[in-house]
């Protein structure tokens, strides 16, 4: 092994390591896809509001989308451990809100969530 290969090896372990710990955003566009596809699309509003751009945005605001007054009200700003408490349990959250649809595994929020961010940064 010659020492760039031991450096592009540590560079991938690194890599990998901070992809687990702060979500897989790749795994997360696929899970995107299965799960979440049905009634949200990142740049149009369908049956849920539209995605990019909703880390950083205050819940129920994104113009153009009729959200239930409870959500509307919430009246915080979207960020990581929000998305993942809401994706864990949205009526816990926000008790009155209109998504019916929750991810139980952890791994999966997280990975969500790094895909969320992706679409949000500018
Ligand atoms: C069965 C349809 C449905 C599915 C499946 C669904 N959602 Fe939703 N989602 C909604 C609806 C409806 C709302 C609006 C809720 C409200 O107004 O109270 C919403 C709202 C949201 C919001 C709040 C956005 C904002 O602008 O404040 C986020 C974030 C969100 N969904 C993420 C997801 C993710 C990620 C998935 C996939 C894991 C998912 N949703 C799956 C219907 C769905």
């Known amino acids: 092994m010659r020492a760039g290969d031991h450096l592009l090896a ?37 049956v849920g509001p539209l995605h990019r751009g909703v880390v950083g945005r205050r819940a129920g605001s994104a113009p153009g989308y009729d959200y239930s007054p409870a959500l509307a009200a919430a009246g915080f700003v979207w960020d990581a451990s929000r998305l993942a408490a809401w994706l864990r349990d949205p009526e816990a959250l926000v008790p009155g809100q209109r998504m019916a649809y929750s991810v139980p ?8 969530v790094a895909y969320l961010k992706s679409v949000s940064s500018p």
């Open 10 to 46: 540590a560079t991938l372990l690194v890599t990998a390591g901070v992809a687990s710990a702060a979500g897989d955003a790749a795994r997360g566009a696929l899970l995107y896809e299965a799960r979440c596809g049905a009634c949200h699309s990142i740049d149009a509003h369908r």
């Open 105 to 112: 595994e952890a791994a999966d929020r997280n990975d969500l």
